[in-house]
């Protein structure tokens, strides 16, 4: 599935501005607060973090804050009208020093082995377009020995993460799964 082509397409656009009034609505906020969710997957001060599918941005100005100027974060989607949006919310925000915004694929992210703390998958697995055997092995390969990925929801990708070999499950907490990768012989 071609999904950048699809979101050129009339439906695609309508599609995606629907998606951006419900992510950004303040029912989600008040339910979901990005930075009770930042906590439990374990950001905090100086990490350097790569964000799957930052789609509107509700994590990416939370999580920039959270990790701040000794730390950076790689807001990564697939989408060319994600990344204008969250580029321009992350330049509003004063976190262009922290906050990397780029159009990437998660199954190829380009970024270097073992460079990152922590990985976030929030409400981007399962999709049809990210293979689950594919994503498990590059988020192991830019992750540091220890390094986290934290995922939410999990209901329907649990076993999947842990069948990979890659990961061992440590921790569930408001609903995100924390997962450590496991280093291969």
Known sequence: MDTEKLGKTPFGKLFIRV?????????????????RILESAGIRQGMKVLEVGCGT????????????????????????????TVADKVRRADLSDVVQVVKGDALDTKLE??????????????????????????????LRAGGMMAVW???????????????????????VSNYQRVDKI
Do not use: C
């Not at 950004?24 to 930075?35: I, Q």
């Not at 941005?57 to 989607?77: R, V, W, Y």
């Not at 990708?157 to 069948?163: A, N, S, T, Y």
């Open 57 to 84: 941005g509700f994590f990416t100005i939370p999580a920039g804050k959270m990790i701040g100027k000794e730390g950076s974060l790689t807001a990564m989607d697939m989408l060319p009208i994600s990344v204008e």
């Open 153 to 175: 929801p999990t209901s329907w990708v649990h076993q999947g993460i842990v069948q990979s070999g890659n990961f061992r499950y440590v921790n569930r907490r408001n609903g």
């Open 113 to 142: 082995n073992e460079s990152l703390d922590e990985v976030i998958l929030f409400g981007v697995i399962p999709a049809p377009m990210l293979p689950m055997e594919k994503l498990m092995e590059e988020m192991h390969r830019i």
């Open 19 to 35: 998606m951006a009034v419900i992510m950004e609505s303040r029912l989600r906020y008040m339910f979901f607060g990005p930075e």
